[in-house]
């Protein structure tokens, strides 16, 4: 089964830049598709932005939530076997544990996570 490992959160000041990384331990290959979500206190868990598998004949698709649009970036390397989230212009709403997983009925277990602080 593969697991999922979270890495890359920290404290920032608003305005700042965080890239994270997800490192999967067994193929994320075949998974059409990756997505980063995460959870506020007192919020439930929100999905924030889905990548697609690439192909030699067709590019990866990405989709983000409002809220992030425009200041978040998506990314999957299959050589790596690995997911990332680059997050920029950072406001403390962002505030949150970020996780990576699975979008679909496919599920995967949850991995810890990692803390993202933002600083007014």
């Known amino acids: 089964q593969v697991q999922l490992v979270e890495s890359g959160g920290g404290s920032v000041q608003a305005g700042g830049s965080l890239t994270l990384s997800c490192a999967a331990f067994g193929s994320i290959f075949s998974i059409n598709a990756m997505g980063w979500y995460r959870q506020a206190p007192g919020k439930q868990r929100e999905l924030v932005a889905t990548v697609t598998r690439a192909t030699v004949t067709r590019g990866a698709t990405t989709n983000y939530a409002d809220s992030v649009k425009g200041r978040f970036t998506i990314s999957r390397d299959n050589a790596k076997n690995s997911v990332y989230l680059q997050m920029n212009s950072l406001k403390p709403e962002d505030t949150a544990v970020y996780y990576c997983?699975?979008?679909?009925?496919?599920?995967?277990?949850w991995g810890q996570g990692t803390q993202v602080t933002v600083s007014s």
């Open positions: 997983n699975a979008v679909g009925p496919a599920p995967i277990p």
